[in-house]
C-alpha cells in the first residue's frame, strides 16, 4: 500500500489533517492553475500552486542513506506482540509537506494488521525513532522494505497525467491554495494524457485533453513511438493461442496474501505494447499460450508455470499496431505519454491513437 495514503489517508490521527486534502490526476495546467479530476468524485477541481507550496518528488534509494535527525514516517504490518515490521520509510533530511505533520506513537488500521509511526530517526541500529511527545520508538526494519528518499522540486516537475496527493485550503471560489503536492509514485512517474488531435502542424500537435476545453500544443519527440489500437472480438481469442497479458499480480515480498493469479488489464495479441510507468507500478507484463478459457483462464508463461488470470469486465483486447507520423490527424482521440520541457512546452514520446482510458492515467 503506497505510504503516502497510508500517512494520509488510512491512519488519519497520525497526521494533523490540513482543511482540504484531495487526490487527483492533472488533467491540465493553466499557468500556476492545475486542474485535477478527483479520485473520489468527478467534479474538476483547480489548484493553485505558488511560490510557497511544497512539491515533493522521490527517489528509491536503500538504509545506507539513513541518518540520525533526519525525519521519517514509516509503515507496515503490525501484531501486538511482535510490533510494527517495516515495510516502507519515506525519510528527509528535514520536515517537508506531510512529514510536517505531528507525529505521536504507532497508529494501526481498524483491522489491526497495518501500522503507521514517525518522527525523528534517533538511531539506525537498532532501527529507533523519537515521535513528537518525545517517546522513543523501536521498530523493526525487514530486509526488503521500500526506502524512499523525500525532496522538494520545482513545479514543472508536475506533468498532465500524473497523479498527487494535494494538502491545502480551499478559497471561497473553489480553488484549492496549496501547501504541499506529492506525486503518487505508485502510479506512472511520467504525464499520460488522453484528448481529441483538433490540428496537426507539421511535428506538432494542437491537442484538447479530455474532460476540459484547454487546447495544448505538443511536439513529437524525435524518437516517438507512434501506434493506434485495434480493438478485437474476446470471441475470437481461442485456447493455444500466443498472447501478452499486461496486468497485477499480488506475488511480491510484501503483499498479503501473496498470489501469482494476474488480474488482467489487457490482453495483446501481436507485438505492440502499451507504454507503462516504470518500477512496481508499471505491473506485470506475461507471454505465453492460453491453455483454457473455462471455467477460468488459464495462461501458460513462457519458460514457466500456468498461472490463472482474473479478467475484469475492462480488460482491453486489443492489437496495437505502428503507424506513420501522415496517420496522425485531425479529429483523432489518442493517448499522450508526455514529458515537459524547459521552457512549457510538452513533448509525446509515445501516441496510440484510438487507445482506451482503461488503460492510461497511471492505471
Known amino acids: 500500500m503506497n505510504a503516502l495514503v497510508l500517512a494520509i489517508t488510512l491512519l488519519g490521527g497520525a497526521v494533523d489533517a490540513p482543511k482540504t486534502q484531495l487526490e487527483g490526476t492533472i488533467l491540465s495546467i493553466r499557468g500556476n492553475i492545475y486542474v485535477l479530476r478527483p479520485s473520489l468524485r468527478p467534479k474538476i477541481t483547480r489548484v493553485l500552486i505558488g511560490p510557497k507550496t ?5 527517489e528509491r534509494t536503500n538504509a545506507a542513506v539513513l541518518k540520525p535527525g533526519m525525519r521519517i514516517a514509516a509503515g507496515g504490518r503490525y501484531a501486538k506482540e511482535t510490533g510494527l515490521r517495516v515495510r516502507w520509510i519515506e525519510a528527509a533530511e528535514k520536515p517537508i509537506g506531510h512529514l510536517k505533520g505531528k507525529r505521536t506513537g504507532i497508529r494501526t488500521s481498524p483491522d489491526g494488521k497495518w501500522g503507521n509511526t514517525g518522527g525523528t530517526l534517533k538511531t539506525v541500529q537498532p532501527f529507533v525513532i523519537r515521535d513528537d511527545e518525545g517517546k522513543e520508538i523501536k521498530l523493526t526494519l525487514s530486509p526488503d522494505a521500500n526506502i524512499w528518499h523525500d525532496f522538494l522540486v520545482d513545479r514543472r516537475n508536475l506533468l498532465i497525467g500524473t497523479r498527487v496527493f494535494v494538502s491545502g485550503t480551499t478559497a471561497p471560489d473553489g480553488v484549492v491554495q496549496a501547501e504541499s503536492v506529492a506525486p ?3 502510479h506512472s512517474a511520467t504525464g499520460t494524457m488522453f484528448g481529441r488531435i483538433l490540428g496537426v502542424r ?13 487546447r495544448i500544443q505538443v511536439d513529437l519527440a524525435r524518437n516517438v513511438t507512434l501506434q493506434r489500437e485495434i480493438r478485437l472480438d474476446p470471441d475470437t481469442i481461442k485456447v493455444g493461442d500466443r498472447v501478452t497479458f499486461w496486468g497485477e499480480q499480488r506475488n511480491r515480498p510484501y503483499d498479503q496474501p501473496r498470489s501469482d493469479d494476474l488480474k488482467a488489464i489487457a490482453l495483446l495479441v501481436g507485438p505492440g505494447m502499451y507504454p507503462r ?40 483486447t486489443a492489437r496495437l499496431v505502428p503507424v506513420r507520423p501522415s496517420d496522425v490527424r485531425a479529429g483523432s482521440s489518442a493517448m499522450l505519454v508526455l514529458s515537459r520541457l524547459p521552457d512549457g512546452r510538452f513533448s509525446a514520446s509515445s501516441v496510440v491513437l484510438d487507445a482506451s482510458p482503461w488503460v492510461g492515467y497511471g492505471g
Do not use: C, H, W
Request: cysteine-free.
Open 277 to 316: 510507468s516504470t518500477g512496481k507500478g508499471g505491473g506485470s507484463v506475461l507471454r505465453g499460450r492460453l491453455t483454457a478459457l473455462e471455467p477460468d483462464v488459464r495462461f501458460r508463461v513462457d519458460g514457466g508455470k500456468t498461472i490463472k488470470i482474473v479478467v475484469p469486465a475492462q480488460m482491453i
Open 54 to 58: 511544497e512539491v515533493m518528488a522521490y
Open 184 to 186: 503518487n509514485r505508485d
Open 202 to 214: 507539421g511535428r506538432t500537435l494542437v491537442v484538447q485533453p479530455r474532460y476540459t476545453d484547454d
